[in-house]
């Protein structure tokens, strides 16, 4: 039978009564003579908690205690499933990140794993009990304990799983699988049953939240075969005794198996948290762009989709966007950069959006960016940036206009769900 590696999110484990049923679906598989490791997150809410507590006593938290107390969340929750697990006749054992151990470097807050030491789990595997492990969190060469940032329970989950060798890593969250793009935004999305890695990757960098992208790329390099369900779904998770492998949910692989009847485009993904950014009338010359994004680049601000455009007279005009959290800190930066190089005019905008087309079918396809462009047209729906590479197209439109072309897009490419078809909204 298979080692499976199963990842259950704070939404999974938020109550006692989520806990139990999370704890009924495990024993399902240990029953039908699978291995079985399960990562969990902290109760949902329950890192804003405790964040909230940091700022309460100072404005200033000290990074590495705040991993010490950061770290609490899950402690909480590998020993209730462990709890709930024994209770109904499952012999389980739970684990912190240290004590595993995985092994990370000491970047508090937003740590990166190096290794897993994973002997302990192994041996409690071959006694047939359920390991149970915090997501999260690991431990330095210190012995001080490190939390991987937002989003790094899913991390975890992979990492384990590469370690292990795992047969399958299965995500539970509250949504069935990855769409075509969010349900709530275009009503007619479907579930995709299978999406490559470098799909999925793009998908995460751009918005979809359903992956962590660590997570993604940490899948991607392992090869480790990865699995999204979903842990509210109360029917069986497949036929545990025949065909383990016969999932619902979303499979993401390596390679798409060959289907002439594949769309070019596997999804649409956009994000809301966008912000554009504008210096005209700089000297067009060797070093001028490094004179304008250096200093960005120093504030910690990270910079996205860039246009450069020389003028007539010989100046050129350079657009940027940044996350829309750092929009007021960019724009006076970039007005002090505008006054050093003397710059004609700098101006922003926070109202804007950004929607992408993603799928490998456009390696071997032509006329996906006329297509997008002329659909977006056809809405009234002005373009004020684009971004390539060679599976997806993203452009900069006006917020107002997201829903609207979301969905015309959706349409215009095929990937509106099928009459009979059912939908469930993240």
Avoid at 129 to 137: D, E, N, T, W, Y
Avoid at 154 to 181: H, N, S
Avoid at 356 to 367: E, I, P, Q, T, Y
Wanted: net charge negative.
């Amino acid at each position: 039978m298979a080692l499976i590696v199963q990842k259950y999110g704070g939404t999974s484990m938020g109550t006692p009564e989520r806990i139990l049923n999370v704890a009924a679906r495990v024993k399902r598989w240990h029953e039908h003579g699978h291995r079985v490791v399960v990562v969990v997150s902290a109760m949902s809410g329950e890192t804003n908690r405790l964040i909230a507590l940091a700022h309460a006593v100072t404005d200033t938290p000290n990074a590495r205690e705040m991993d010490q107390m950061l770290a609490t969340g899950e402690q909480v929750t590998i020993a209730l499933l462990a709890m709930a697990l024994q209770s109904i006749g499952i012999g389980a054992k739970s684990y912190t990140g240290g004590q595993v151990a995985i092994k990370t470097d000491s970047s508090h807050m937003k740590a990166r794993i190096l290794g897993i030491e994973h002997a302990a789990i192994e041996q409690d595997l071959s006694a047939n009990r359920v390991v149970i492990v915090a997501g999260f969190q690991g431990i330095d060469d210190k012995g001080d304990v490190t939390t991987l940032g937002r989003g790094g329970s899913d991390t975890t989950g992979v990492a384990i799983a590469a370690a292990l060798k795992a047969d399958e890593c299965q995500i539970y969250t509250d949504v069935d699988g990855v769409y075509t793009t969010d349900p709530r935004v275009a009503p007619k999305a479907s579930k995709l049953d299978r999406i490559t890695f470098e799909e999925m990757l793009e998908m995460a960098s751009l918005g979809s939240k359903v992956l962590q992208i660590r997570s993604v790329e940490f899948a991607g390099k392992y090869q480790v075969p990865l699995r999204v369900l979903s842990s509210f779904d109360t029917g069986k998770d497949g036929a545990f005794d025949t065909a383990w492998q016969q999932q619902t949910g979303t499979f993401i692989t390596t390679e798409r198996e060959h289907d002439m009847e594949q769309p070019i485009i596997s999804g649409i993904a956009f994000n809301r948290d966008e912000a554009k950014l504008t210096i005209r009338g700089v000297p067009d010359q060797p070093g001028i762009a490094s004179r304008i994004l250096s200093p960005i680049g120093d504030a910690n601000i990270e910079i996205d989709m860039i246009v450069q455009n020389v003028a007539a007279d010989g100046t050129t005009d350079f657009t940027f966007t940044v996350n829309r959290s750092e929009y007021k800190k960019s724009l006076a930066l970039l007005q002090n950069i505008g006054q050093d190089i003397g710059a004609k005019d700098v101006n922003g905008k926070d109202d804007i959006v950004k929607v992408s087309l993603v799928g490998v079918g456009m390696r071997s396809h032509a006329g996906v960016a006329s297509k997008m462009f002329s659909t977006l047209a056809a809405q009234n729906i002005n373009i004020q940036m684009i971004s390539t590479s060679e599976i997806k197209i993203s452009v900069v439109i006006a917020e107002n206009y997201l829903e609207l072309a979301v969905r015309a897009l959706h349409t215009a490419f095929g990937l509106d769900r099928k009459t009979g078809e059912t939908s469930v909204p993240a």
